[in-house]
Structure formats: structure tokens, C-alpha cells
């Protein structure tokens, strides 16, 4: 297994484009977790999967974003239009459940200009 | 709902010295505990974890935790750094629920200087 799989790694749009990232998990685990990170800033959570239902998502994130994982296994994150303010590392990370670690991507870098 | 705090932005220390990195939560239903590490240009990885029995644990290179439930700490210590541990350090927390995300502090900035 060779971890979880984010891609793109770096991403630059323009204002008001459209972007989707993928995040691969590691295989079985059921839990799929997706952050935002700025400089600075520890990772802020967006949302989150169990197998295919997304159980959370924080009131933080606008109508912008949506997150799907439909077969229970990769996901995706979209972002429409897109603002500057949206530039950040977004994070990928999976866990076999909830009383176990969470292990992450190397992160999808969006630049937004 | 849980929160992680992180008092220290920046810790800088010389080399071979002790250090500690400060961590405190809020809950009101039990947790597990957790401290990542980000060394520069890499991803986060998980450094060492509490989720039930002894409250103190240790990672592989030298670093231990003690979860403090009376005082809802998780400080992390090291009796002696090295160069090679600058990094950012990440304490996070989930509940115990199986329905439980994982929130994360603002993170600590550990410098060596030699």
C-alpha cells in the first residue's frame, strides 16, 4: 500500500474557475477526512466519510464546496468559483475507523489567481 | 464539541536541550489524543497517540506525551533535542464516538539552534 494518494499536487486557477481534486485512501479504510491548511495554521477540518455517507461538514465551508466519495472508496472535492481566499493546501487523509490514527496525503496545493 | 489549544506558536530551544510543546483540549465526553509532526516540505504524520491504559507514551525518536485528564492536557516532551526534530507540531483530538472527527490545534514551530 503506498499511503494516501492526492491529486493534483499543485493546482493554479484563475478566479471564478471551477476545481476538482482526487484523494485516493488507503485501501479499507472506511473513514475519509478532507482539511484545509494555510501557512501558519494547523489543518482546518472541512469534512468527512464513512464508507460512502458524508456524516460532517463544517459551517465554515460555503456552498462553493462539495465533497463526494460515491463507491465508498476515492473521493473528490470540488470547488466553484473559486476566490483568492480559497488558495490553500487542501488535505486528504483516511483512518480504518474512529479510534485509530488518521493517516495523510502529501496535500493538493491551490493557488488562486 | 471538541477544541484543541496550542499556547505556543514558536518554541525556540538549542540543541540538546529539554523541551516542552503545550497542549490543551475541551470536552465534555472522553477522548483520544494525538500529536503530528510536519517537518519542512513534508506531510503530516502522526508522531505518537493516547487512546486508553497508561497516560504516558512515547514515540520512536525520544518524544512522550502524558495525557492529564484533571488538567485536559497533552503536553509533549523531549529530554534532549536534535537538529533534525525542527518541525511544526500539530496536537489533535477526536472523541470517543464513532461518529467523531479529528480537530486539530494551530500547531507549535519547534526551532534547534546548534
Known amino acids: 500500500d503506498t499511503g494516501v494518494s492526492q491529486n493534483p499536487r499543485h493546482k493554479i486557477t484563475k478566479r471564478g474557475q471551477n476545481v476538482t481534486f482526487r484523494c485516493d485512501p488507503i485501501?479499507?479504510?472506511?473513514?475519509l477526512y478532507w482539511y484545509r491548511q494555510t501557512l501558519g495554521q494547523g489543518p482546518e477540518f472541512l469534512t468527512y466519510?464513512?464508507?460512502?455517507?458524508?456524516?460532517?461538514k463544517s459551517r465554515l465551508l460555503s456552498d462553493r464546496f462539495s465533497a463526494e466519495r460515491p463507491k465508498g472508496s476515492f473521493s473528490t472535492l470540488e470547488i466553484q468559483r473559486t476566490e483568492q481566499g480559497d488558495s490553500a493546501m487542501y488535505l486528504c487523509?483516511?483512518?480504518?475507523?474512529?479510534?485509530?490514527?488518521?493517516?495523510f496525503g502529501q496535500g493538493t496545493r491551490l493557488t488562486v489567481v | 464539541a471538541q477544541s484543541v489549544t496550542q499556547l505556543d506558536s514558536q518554541v525556540p530551544v538549542f540543541e540538546e536541550a529539554p523541551v516542552e510543546l503545550r497542549c490543551n483540549y475541551s470536552?465534555?465526553?472522553?477522548?483520544?489524543l494525538f500529536w503530528y509532526v510536519q517537518y519542512p516540505n513534508q506531510g503530516l504524520q502522526l508522531l505518537l497517540k493516547y487512546l486508553s491504559g497508561s497516560t504516558l507514551v512515547e514515540s520512536i525518536n525520544g518524544f512522550e506525551a502524558e495525557f492529564n485528564k484533571s488538567q485536559t492536557s497533552f503536553h509533549l516532551r523531549k529530554p534532549s533535542v536534535h537538529i533534525s526534530d525542527t518541525a511544526e507540531y500539530f496536537c489533535?483530538?477526536?472523541?470517543?464516538?464513532?461518529?467523531?472527527?479529528?480537530?486539530f490545534g494551530s500547531g507549535t514551530r519547534l526551532s534547534i539552534r546548534p
Open positions: 487523509a483516511s483512518s480504518a475507523g474512529s479510534q485509530t490514527e488518521a493517516f
Open positions: 485501501s479499507e479504510h472506511n473513514r
Open positions: 489533535a483530538v477526536s472523541l470517543h464516538s464513532s461518529a467523531s472527527k479529528i480537530i
Open positions: 470536552s465534555s465526553v472522553s477522548v483520544y
Open positions: 466519510f464513512q464508507n460512502e455517507a458524508q456524516l460532517e
